[in-house]
């Protein structure tokens, strides 16, 4: 292996872990203390309110997430449980990286002005996910890298869907 493959396909994978523990603690059966399901996301989402950092996006949580909280708990379950098996299995690596990446940038609109949240703490977070996408991380120790070889050794190249997934790998 060359370069920081390795490294970062290590990194990768703990950046999987992380969303796996994320949207874990976000299941729809586990109860937070305000009574609502998905876990401590309700009473998070009640802290961005208090404390907006945009008036916008404070309005968009109590006039459209809080009356459809259900469904934006499942959203953000499957969300973070996708980001996290993909960084973890190297799976459209790509996708993953950018989805990932997004979904921070979500998160810090609402949580930059609670209390207790350190503002630096976006840019690292937001970044590894970029430099994921950007190094196809997924080729190393993912399925990523075993899709490509399979893909490669056909005489043809892809076509259709499997060239687009072919390129998130």
């Not at 609502?36 to 009473?43: D, N, Q, S, T």
């Not at 009640?46 to 009356?67: C, D, M, R, S, W």
């Not at 980001?83 to 990446?101: I, K, M, P």
């Not at 430099?131 to 005489?155: K, M, N, P, Y």
Request: hydrophobic residues 50%; proline residues 5%.
């Amino acid at each position: 292996m060359q370069g920081p493959g390795l490294p970062v396909a290590l990194f990768r994978i703990m950046f999987g872990i992380l969303w796996l523990d994320l949207g874990w603690s976000k299941a729809p059966w586990l109860i937070g203390q305000e009574g609502h399901r998905f876990g401590w996301l309700y009473g998070w989402i009640q802290q961005e309110i208090k404390h907006p950092t945009f008036g916008f996006y404070k309005a968009f949580l109590e006039n459209v997430v809080v009356p459809n909280f259900n469904f934006f708990g499942y959203m953000t379950f499957f969300t973070e449980i996708a980001l996290g098996l993909s960084l973890f299995l190297g799976l459209f690596t790509v996708l993953g990286g950018l989805g990932g990446a997004l979904w921070q940038v979500n998160i810090a609109l609402g949580s930059y002005s609670v209390p207790g949240e350190w503002y630096w703490v976006w840019p690292l977070l937001i970044a590894p996910h970029l430099i994921f996408a950007a190094c196809r991380a997924g080729r190393i120790l993912g399925i990523d890298g075993f899709l490509l070889s399979r893909i490669s050794r056909q005489e043809k190249g892809p076509a259709g869907i499997v060239h687009l997934l072919f390129r998130l790998a």
